[in-house]
């Protein structure tokens, strides 16, 4: 499974819990964009995804 955000075709590995949307599956990157909006929760599905929020933050 690759991201879904426009030209992005990194792996998906991190669940976005969204209030106001449905939730999304996204890579590691656009999860740190789009989880510092208000009340959005990134939820890493793999160790692997949880790695790349250690190392990219
Ligand atoms: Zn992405």
Known sequence: M?????DCDRPATVELHIPWADNRTVCAAHARVLGQQDGVVAD???ER???LLEDER
């Open 49 to 51: 995804g949880d790695d």
């Open 2 to 6: 690759t991201c879904p955000e426009d």
């Open 44 to 46: 890493p599905k793999t």
